[in-house]
């Protein structure tokens, strides 16, 4: 059996650049919401804003258990996350609101572009 290190196939360079190129857009993306968020810093908005990197559409059930909180406590922080322009509210039919983070969303969209993703048929 051979010890000699793995090699990656040139094919996977492109993808792998693309995947690196993702990264470092929500980085970007989540070190410029440090700045636009005005809150206490034991706020949950300031927790909600790495959720939001990982998980740029989430509704208020999904933020009252990641905070920790019930749900009535969940909107205090989506309202601070909005108030600041970070996040935006959309009512989904049968599947009540939810909150985006379109940034997030674009740079996704972004990225799917770059890999050529297919148009829907």
Not at 17 to 43: H, M, Q, Y
Not at 84 to 105: C, M, Q, T, Y
């Amino acid at each position: 059996m051979s010890c000699a290190p793995a090699i990656v196939p040139a094919a996977a360079d492109a993808p792998i650049a693309n995947s690196r190129t993702l990264i470092a857009e929500i980085d970007r993306i989540r070190s410029e919401w440090d700045g636009r968020l005005v809150a206490r810093r034991d706020s949950g908005a300031w927790r909600l804003l790495d959720v939001f990197a990982r998980r740029p559409v989430l509704d208020a059930r999904t933020v009252a258990r990641e905070l920790g909180v019930q749900l009535p406590n969940a909107y205090p922080s989506l309202n601070k996350l909005a108030d600041a322009g970070i996040i935006s509210r959309k009512a989904e039919h049968g599947f009540g609101p939810v909150w985006r983070a379109d940034d997030v969303l674009r740079a996704v969209d972004a990225f799917a572009e770059r890999a050529g993703r297919r148009a829907r048929s």
